[in-house]
T-cell receptor, first 113, second 114 residues
Framework: EADIYQTPRYLVIGTGKKITLECSQT?????MYWYQQDPGMELHLIHY???????EKGDLSSESTVSRIRTEHFPLTLESARPSHTSQYLC????????????FGNGTRLTVT | QQQVKQSPQSLIVQKGGISIINCAYE??????FPWYQQFPGKGPALLIA?????SEKKEGRFTISFNKSAKQFSLHIMDSQPGDSATYFC?????????????FGEGTQLTVNP
């Protein structure tokens, strides 16, 4: 059913470790996004990309970085995980064209101990 | 800076009742207003959307009411069912030179009791 895939689904990792959250979509969408969702539910945009080799920071400051080398792949990396990074991370994509709907993955729930 | 404010934060409704979620926005340049529905363990999914040139849009039991002068819009769920229990997000966007980004409300957790 899902055309946008996030792995891993759950990740528990110790402080200081480097992690990469994977996001892939098979729909050929140019635009991709990373959102952080806290237990309080609110969605915060942390990174977005409008195409290959294009990445921008979102509205919420994040210590993570992203890359967009291929259209279908938009990984997010934390060089040194901290407990404050504990959250749910949602990847999304949408086709070009105004008012096109966002397609979300099912998220990665990250816990940093 | 929160440009879209959503209320209530949580809502409990009996089966068959009407669920109403409200949103208010500040930026008059917004011209597209979607609602997203999120079930536990899933990402949000588009439910229904409206443009400001109409005051109401209905899709099945879901209706968006839009008040441009008040800068408010709301989601009405008629004959609410337990399967509607989810988190609902309103959002807004506008054309930008580099694409249209969505600004989300804070979310409303809806529980429909059987």
């Amino acid at each position: 059913e899902a055309d946008i895939y996030q792995t891993p689904r759950y990740l528990v990792i110790g402080t200081g470790k480097k992690i990469t959250l994977e996001c892939s979509q098979t729909m050929g969408h140019d635009k991709m996004y990373w959102y952080q969702q806290d237990p309080g539910m609110e969605l915060h945009l942390i990174h977005y990309s409008y195409g290959v080799n294009s990445t921008e920071k979102g509205d919420l400051s994040s210590e993570s970085t992203v890359s967009r080398i291929r259209t279908e792949h938009f990984p997010l990396t934390l060089e040194s995980a901290r407990p404050s990074h504990t959250s749910q991370y949602l990847c999304a994509s949408r086709p070009s064209g105004y008012n096109s709907p966002l397609h979300f993955g099912n998220g990665t729930r990250l816990t940093v101990t | 800076q929160q440009q879209v404010k959503q209320s209530p934060q949580s809502l409990i409704v009996q089966k068959g009742g009407i669920s109403i979620i409200n949103c208010a926005y500040e930026n008059t340049a917004f011209d597209y207003f979607p609602w997203y529905q999120q079930f536990p363990g899933k990402g949000p999914a588009l439910l229904i959307a409206i443009r400001p040139d109409v005051s109401e849009k209905k899709e099945g039991r879901f209706t968006i009411s839009f008040n441009k002068s008040a800068k408010q819009f709301s989601l009405h769920i008629m004959d609410s069912q337990p399967g509607d229990s989810a988190t609902y997000f309103c959002a807004a966007s506008m054309k930008e030179t580099s694409g249209s980004r969505l600004t989300f409300g804070e979310g409303t957790q809806l529980t429909v009791n059987p």
